[in-house]
């Protein structure tokens, strides 16, 4: 597994934009949750200041941390399905059988347009 760590060193800082959870308290305060981190939060008095508390937690926190992009490599598996690939290739009745299911198909998608065709027939009568 190959693992690859991005890091910019940008001049302008990039806007984040996060979820944030409010909270009605039985004490009658508001509690801000960031949905992406969970452990940070704000207490207020009202929806505002419980956001600006946890702008300003958030801040304080986001000083002392960095963002970096992890790029995971997936590993190289062989499909599972190719292993059947062309299994029928010399058999006498794959073509007897694809007619099976294409009929068939034919059939359920007839079926399938005239189910429709009633059900629309009666959504207009109504």
Do not use: H
Request: aromatic residues 8%; negative net charge.
């Amino acid at each position: 597994m190959n693992l690859a760590v991005k890091t910019t060193s940008q001049t302008t800082t990039p806007k984040l934009t996060y979820d944030v959870l409010i909270e009605n308290q039985q004490d009658g305060t508001v509690k801000a949750i960031l949905l992406d981190l969970p452990d940070c939060q704000g207490l207020g008095n009202t929806d505002t200041e419980a956001i600006e508390k946890l702008s300003q937690n958030l801040q304080t926190w986001l000083e002392t941390v960095k963002i970096v992009t992890l790029e995971i490599e997936a590993p190289k598996a062989e499909n599972p399905w190719m292993k059947f690939a062309g299994i029928f290739k010399d058999d006498p009745q794959f073509d007897e059988m694809l007619a099976y299911i294409e009929a068939d198909r034919r059939e359920l998608d007839a079926q399938m347009e005239e189910y429709y065709r009633q059900l629309d027939a009666e959504n207009k009568t109504k």
